[in-house]
């Protein structure tokens, strides 16, 4: 076993820019891209995964802008096996003061007949060359068999043993389809140290998805097996089932040293303010039983359970709310409350926002408080997020009536919008007050879109919650989510409407080709 295997450092590698945005509907402007691998690098993960510069002209500016402002962490960018996608991606990767290309190329018996319809020995030579291509450009290359899972035991022997001796610095094996369980993956990273004669010359990576949901279990599984690099996404992000996820991997780290003896450098206090940044970025909801980051991960409704937490908090809690960034306030602040007891609760929650955006955000904390009873710190983030995710945006809204309920029918809504400066207003009607309300802003701004997805949860409890509303619009094959917030759902609705508009207007000026899937 190499020298990696037996330390007890683990490397986080983070995909979340690269496969997390791969989930449909998940993607990400340049500059929510360029917030998320802030983070990322502010909580000491080691790779960042930026992207793959040949799926698009904004793929490629993203990992290049990603390379020059980052300081610490590895910068990598995806390519498959092919001259021009290694070319690219080093292109991409040029300002990075650490860049690691990743290649990758099929080697299972199924991938190779269907996908790339080549012999083996053809994808044997595709694999050193498409590593020796990488290492003309770095020295720090990544190697993947994809679907390595299900891939002949001799075969990988083989192709690992080749690209290792091409110089490949990382190899990472993937459950691509989250076929395996635990015994049987951590077994086939036991098979490769035990038969792979130069093994020691490289790191071992591996990327697990959820599909069977134990792609933590599976990474975890690899890591007493020798493995020392975990790919996962933040909110287990990713293509069909997600990714493993990153917070519970550190987590899991973290609390059971006794079986795990492992580390790694993750600021686990960031946590939180990761998942919640991705998850208003991408527009994709956290569940509330989530693992580690899900609204109930440290509530606790049981009168049993509750006696029990008062006494010992370790009773039923394994871990702390305030080691993955979470606190423990129920009531924050209040309408009577000052501008810095608002700033320092906004630097708490992991905010750093300029004196212009704070005054903005103390401003609809105000208008919010006093709508609100209580104000919860979920409120804040939410209001927080609702305004700084949103940037360049042409349409606002100014003033929304909506008629309805039994005398009211088919419901009526009244829409003002300042588009490009200038007030328009409108009314229209609707199967639904949401319905008449979206119908007003398709009169005001004529636009041919499907709305794929209007969904409405509460950010808090009680009657007076603020209502969070998620909308997904697509626009020739070019799908955004849009995000709002506000006492009234009605109000949030249009919020979110108005927010996906403007992401898909700044899409317009941009022409991109399609993403590519790895």
């Known amino acids: 076993m190499n020298d990696t295997a037996t330390s007890d450092r683990v490397i986080i590698f983070d995909t979340t820019l690269r496969d997390g945005e791969q989930s449909p509907g998940a993607a990400m402007n340049l500059q929510e891209k360029l917030r998320i691998a802030e983070v990322l690098e502010e909580m000491g993960v080691d790779v960042i995964e930026a992207g793959f510069p040949i799926a698009s002209n904004g793929d490629f500016e993203a990992v290049r802008e990603i390379a020059k402002v980052t300081d610490k962490a590895i910068v990598c960018g995806l390519a498959r096996a092919t001259t021009g996608d290694i070319d690219r991606a080093a292109e991409a990767l040029k300002p990075a003061k650490r860049a690691r290309i990743h290649t990758f190329i099929s080697t299972s018996p199924l991938h190779m007949k269907y996908k790339l319809q080549m012999e083996p020995d053809a994808v044997h030579q595709a694999v050193a060359d498409s590593i020796k291509r990488a290492r003309k450009y770095t020295d720090d290359v990544e190697w993947s068999p994809e679907d390595g899972s299900r891939t002949d035991h001799d075969f990988l022997c083989r192709c690992v043993e080749t690209a290792i001796s091409a110089g490949?610095?990382?190899?990472?094996?993937?459950?691509?389809?989250?076929?395996?369980?635990?015994?049987?993956?951590?077994?086939?990273?036991?098979?490769?140290?035990?038969?792979?004669?130069?093994?020691?010359?490289?790191?071992?990576?591996?990327?697990?998805?959820?599909?069977?949901?134990?792609?933590?279990?599976?990474?975890?599984?690899?890591?007493?097996?020798?493995?020392?690099?975990?790919?996962?996404?933040?909110?287990?992000?990713?293509?069909?089932?997600?990714?493993?996820?990153?917070?519970?991997?550190?987590?899991?780290?973290?609390?059971?040293?006794?079986?795990?003896?492992?580390?790694?450098?993750?600021?686990?206090?960031?946590?939180?303010?990761?998942?919640?940044?991705?998850?208003?970025?991408?527009?994709?909801?956290?569940?509330?039983?989530?693992?580690?980051?899900?609204?109930?991960?440290?509530?606790?409704?049981?009168?049993?359970?509750?006696?029990?937490?008062?006494?010992?908090?370790?009773?039923?809690?394994?871990?702390?709310?305030?080691?993955?960034?979470?606190?423990?306030?129920?009531?924050?602040?209040?309408?009577?409350?000052?501008?810095?007891?608002?700033?320092?609760?906004?630097?708490?929650?992991?905010?750093?926002?300029?004196?212009?955006?704070?005054?903005?955000?103390?401003?609809?904390?105000?208008?919010?408080?006093?709508?609100?009873?209580?104000?919860?710190?979920?409120?804040?983030?939410?209001?927080?997020?609702?305004?700084?995710?949103?940037?360049?945006?042409?349409?606002?809204?100014?003033?929304?009536?909506?008629?309805?309920?039994?005398?009211?029918?088919?419901?009526?809504?009244?829409?003002?919008?300042?588009?490009?400066?200038?007030?328009?207003?409108?009314?229209?009607?609707?199967?639904?007050?949401?319905d008449a309300a979206f119908n007003c802003i398709k009169l005001l701004f004529p636009h041919d879109t499907t709305l794929q997805l209007f969904q409405v949860h509460a950010v808090t409890q009680g009657t007076d919650a603020q209502a969070e509303v998620t909308v997904r619009l697509e626009e020739y094959g070019k799908s955004v989510n849009g995000a709002g917030a506000d006492t009234d759902t009605l109000v949030a609705s249009v919020k979110a409407y108005l927010h996906a508009l403007n992401k898909l207007l700044v899409k317009r000026e941009k022409s991109a080709p399609g993403a590519l899937s790895a």
């Open 168 to 434: 490949a610095t990382t190899i990472n094996i993937p459950d691509t389809v989250g076929y395996s369980i635990p015994e049987e993956f951590s077994g086939l990273i036991t098979m490769l140290f035990n038969r792979v004669p130069n093994i020691d010359k490289s790191v071992i990576s591996v990327h697990c998805h959820n599909d069977l949901g134990l792609a933590v279990a599976n990474s975890l599984a690899a890591v007493q097996a020798g493995a020392r690099q975990i790919e996962c996404t933040i909110n287990g992000l990713g293509e069909r089932a997600g990714n493993a996820a990153l917070e519970e991997i550190v987590m899991a780290l973290n609390t059971r040293r006794d079986v795990l003896a492992f580390n790694c450098g993750i600021r686990t206090q960031e946590i939180t303010k990761a998942s919640r940044l991705v998850s208003g970025i991408t527009g994709f909801a956290v569940q509330p039983n989530k693992a580690i980051v899900g609204a109930n991960a440290f509530a606790h409704e049981s009168g049993i359970h509750q006696d029990g937490v008062l006494k010992h908090a370790e009773t039923y809690e394994i871990m702390t709310p305030e080691s993955v960034g979470l606190s423990q306030s129920n009531l924050v602040l209040g309408k009577h409350s000052g501008r810095h007891a608002f700033r320092d609760k906004l630097s708490q929650l992991g905010y750093d926002l300029g004196d212009n955006a704070v005054q903005d955000a103390f401003r609809r904390f105000k208008e919010l408080a006093d709508l609100k009873k209580e104000v919860f710190d979920e409120d804040i983030i939410a209001l927080v997020d609702d305004e700084v995710v949103r940037d360049r945006e042409r349409i606002r809204m100014v003033e929304l009536e909506v008629l309805c309920g039994t005398y009211h029918v088919p419901p009526k809504a009244r829409l003002v919008l300042e588009i490009d400066g200038k007030k328009h207003e409108g009314n229209a009607v609707g199967d639904g007050p949401v």
